[in-house]
């Protein structure tokens, strides 16, 4: 810019008009960090189907974090999947919420029992951690049911886990969500889904209600609601 240049605005009042290259003032939203599954043999692959799919459609990453990152699984449905990210390198900190999912595993000894700890480390940090099925037993024997509303598979399930103090929190209910932490029954993942995305505020409460009600109950009134809420950009 030219001195003549700056005087003529100096007295003017204009001020220069961007670049084309030139960066917003308007800061960008954080990028949420990323949701981590936790995969492992056996692991039952139904039960987060409803809840990785919308996450990322909503613009949540997920990633998947098993024993070792290089070591591939097989879901109890067959599928292979190589792991992300090592549990032992999976930090709280650089994470916004834990999943466990149901695996033959969980009922067959303490192979996954590192699993359960390290959502006692989430718990601690205040990072959130939902279980389903059989992650509820392992969650049960790592003691983090005792002082927390929670569900699973059924009552009786979770009083037969070693250690487990936690039969006056039980609830009677498809999914729960107690601060910090969402378990749900193996018959439920599309409330278990519900949950997670009300956690996250992935959804607002009529979009969440509207996709429940759709994917739960096929109720057809609910697809406009989540219709006009995709045009807003809301779903």
């Known amino acids: 810019m030219s001195m003549e240049e700056a005087m003529t605005m100096k007295t003017t009042g ?13 800061p960008s939203a ?9 995969v492992y043999d056996t692991y ?8 990785t799919a919308h996450l990322t459609q909503r613009g949540h990453r997920v ?6 990152a290089g070591a591939s699984v097989t879901t109890m449905g067959g599928v292979r999947i190589q792991p992300d990210l090592a549990l032992a390198d999976l930090s709280p900190e650089d994470s916004s919420l834990l999943i466990l999912t149901g695996a033959s595993l969980w009922d067959s000894g303490d192979e996954l029992a590192p699993f359960a700890a390290k959502a006692r480390e989430f718990l601690a940090a205040g990072v959130p951690v939902a279980a389903i099925c059989g992650a509820t037993a392992g ?15 059924a009552a009786a399930y979770l009083a037969r886990q070693p250690g487990y103090a936690g039969t006056g929190r039980y609830v009677e209910a498809d999914a729960v969500t107690d601060g910090d932490l969402i378990t749900a029954g193996p018959t439920e993942p599309v409330a278990f889904a519900r949950e997670v995305f009300a956690r996250l505020d992935v959804y607002g409460p ?6 429940y009600r759709l994917f739960h109950d096929s109720d057809a009134s609910a697809f406009p609601v989540l219709m006009a809420a995709a045009e807003r950009g809301d779903a």
Request: some cysteine.
């Open 14 to 26: 204009t001020t220069p008009a961007p670049s084309a290259t030139s960066a917003p003032c308007v």
């Open 30 to 38: 954080p990028t949420p960090r990323p949701v981590h599954l936790a």
């Open 44 to 51: 039952a692959d139904w039960e987060t189907g409803h809840t």
């Open 63 to 68: 990633r998947t974090v098993g024993f070792a």
């Open 139 to 153: 969650l049960a024997r790592e003691g983090l049911l005792d002082a927390c509303a929670h569900t699973s598979a």
């Open 206 to 211: 009529e979009v969440l209600d509207a996709w």
